[in-house]
């Protein structure tokens, strides 16, 4: 399989819904403009797709439905006419007077609404998951790092750990993790961490991050100030 597609599929298995259509749910442009570009090799056009919108009720004097629409289907492509019904929500997020992007104050659905389609792809997932082959399923993980990993800094700016937020699955998330010679800690309610060097070398040698250039670049900037400090 091809290594985009492999990352791609990873990315799906972290972000994506599996049950009744296919469909990822994400914020970051970066990622959702790589998933469409895969979609599109694979023959699937942003006016196949539908999306939907989920956004913080903090900002709907900021933001009309409209606009929101209109900003999303400009950067994916996805009509306007096949975007439905925003959903408001009550969250947590501030509200800042400046106008924040609409990546920054909620997230879109991107949805295909083929049963035929998912099963291959539910399928595909199902096949990495019994590999064995290290290269397959280190380029797996990347779209998995990318859609639901997390890297944390202690305050001297040293790499503390890179968790993958996960709530189902966990145990095939480690199992992959430790063919590629990663050993995670210990299982948590919802995400797998790893801690230590020797983990962090294994993720920087095999670039699992690099789907997510801001994950990238703190996970580097983190294991450089590690070192050095040792």
Same mark, same amino acid.
């Given at each position: 399989m091809d290594?985009?597609?492999?990352?791609?599929?990873g990315?799906?298995?972290?972000?994506?819904?599996?049950?009744?259509?296919?469909?990822?749910?994400n914020t970051?442009p970066e990622?959702?403009?790589?998933?469409?570009?895969v979609?599109e090799?694979? %023959?699937i056009?942003?006016?196949?797709l539908?999306?939907? =919108? $989920?956004?913080s009720?903090?900002?709907? +004097?900021v933001?009309? #439905? &409209?606009?929101?629409k209109?900003?999303?289907s400009?950067l994916t492509?996805?009509?306007?006419?096949?975007?439905?019904?925003?959903?408001?929500v009550?969250?947590?997020?501030k509200?800042?007077?400046?106008?924040?992007?609409?990546s920054?104050?909620?997230?879109i659905e991107?949805?295909?609404?083929?049963r035929?389609?998912?099963?291959?792809?539910?399928?595909?997932?199902?096949?990495?998951?019994?590999?064995?082959?290290?290269?397959?399923?280190?380029?797996?993980?990347?779209?998995?790092?990318?859609?639901d %990993?997390?890297?944390k800094l202690?305050?001297?700016g040293? =790499? $503390?750990e890179v968790?993958?937020?996960? +709530?189902?699955?966990k #145990? &095939?998330?480690?199992q992959?993790?430790?063919?590629?010679?990663?050993?995670?800690?210990k299982?948590?309610?919802?995400?797998?961490?790893?801690?230590g060097?020797?983990?962090?070398e294994?993720i920087?040698?095999?670039?699992?991050?690099?789907?997510?250039?801001?994950k990238?670049?703190?996970?580097l900037?983190?294991?450089?100030?590690?070192?050095?400090?040792?």
């Amino acid at each position: 399989m091809d290594k985009n597609f492999l990352r791609w599929l990873g990315l799906y298995f972290a972000d994506g819904r599996r049950k009744t259509y296919l469909s990822l749910v994400n914020t970051n442009p970066e990622l959702i403009s790589f998933y469409l570009r895969v979609l599109e090799g694979l %023959g699937i056009q942003p006016t196949q797709l539908k999306a939907r =919108l $989920q956004i913080s009720k903090n900002y709907k +004097k900021v933001w009309s #439905e &409209k606009k929101l629409k209109e900003w999303w289907s400009k950067l994916t492509g996805i009509p306007n006419e096949n975007f439905w019904k925003t959903r408001w929500v009550n969250t947590k997020k501030k509200y800042k007077r400046n106008r924040e992007p609409p990546s920054k104050i909620g997230e879109i659905e991107i949805a295909y609404l083929n049963r035929r389609f998912l099963q291959e792809i539910n399928s595909k997932i199902q096949e990495i998951q019994k590999t064995e082959e290290s290269k397959i399923i280190a380029e797996f993980l990347k779209g998995v790092f990318a859609g639901d %990993g997390f890297v944390k800094l202690r305050k001297n700016g040293k =790499l $503390q750990e890179v968790r993958i937020g996960v +709530k189902y699955e966990k #145990e &095939k998330i480690c199992q992959l993790l430790k063919k590629v010679n990663i050993n995670p800690g210990k299982s948590q309610k919802f995400d797998v961490p790893i801690y230590g060097r020797k983990n962090f070398e294994i993720i920087k040698k095999l670039r699992l991050l690099e789907l997510s250039s801001q994950k990238l670049n703190k996970f580097l900037s983190g294991f450089k100030a590690l070192c050095n400090g040792e």
